[in-house]
């Protein structure tokens, strides 16, 4: 029997407790966030809303089952950062390496760059020294996206008894011309 495909569309309110149930493991096992308390459903699902007024919340799905989850959000509010966003992307763990995560990248690189977003920018847990609760796979796979190291943080992140780094890379998707046109919200296209 053929699987089905893994498709990519936009987040809606039903998915958030699939979604969370994703992040979880993240933030209870892991150092990939810095966030040491997991979310109640109601915060969760704000913060999705708060990202859906402006920009795009994407998650893949196979057969009903919510796989992974990408979005953007501000590099910074003030409006000179417009054309920059904020990339974050987790996968249900038990279904890394397997292509989900460059599918929804390539699908919110496309939403962004149709929304007239120039910057991608991805704050990402690095561990001078890899451990259980931390690997730098996060850093190799936005290499492998485009992305390229702009900045180093060192310690700034304590979690699980130790100090973590953090590291910023960035991709740039558009031309930068004088007068760039407006970013559009996500639902307007």
């Not at 304590?158 to 890379?169: C, L, P, Q, S």
Request: glycine share 8%; proline share 4%; charged share 25%.
């Amino acid at each position: 029997m053929e699987k089905k495909e893994i498709t990519i569309r936009t987040a809606s309110p039903e998915d958030v407790g699939g979604l969370l149930e994703i992040y979880a493991p993240y933030v209870e096992q892991t150092a990939i966030t810095f966030e040491n308390d997991v979310p109640t459903v109601e915060e969760f699902a704000a913060r999705m809303g708060q990202v859906l007024a402006k920009y795009p919340y994407l998650v893949a799905e196979q057969e009903g089952a919510l796989l992974g989850y990408a979005y953007a959000g501000p590099f910074k509010t003030r409006a000179a950062y417009d054309w920059a966003v904020e990339t974050s992307i987790y996968v249900r763990q038990g279904r890394k390496r397997m292509g989900i995560g460059s599918r929804l990248y390539e699908a919110l690189e496309k939403a962004l760059k149709a929304q007239g977003v120039l910057n991608l920018n991805a704050c990402i847990a690095y561990a001078v020294t890899e451990d259980a609760h931390l690997t730098n796979d996060s850093v190799r796979f936005h290499e492998r996206c485009g992305y390229k190291l702009t900045a180093h943080f060192h310690q700034c992140g304590y979690k699980f008894d130790r100090w973590y780094d953090m590291v910023w890379m960035e991709k740039l998707i558009g031309e930068h011309t004088p007068n760039p046109r407006k970013v559009r919200p996500y639902g307007s296209l």
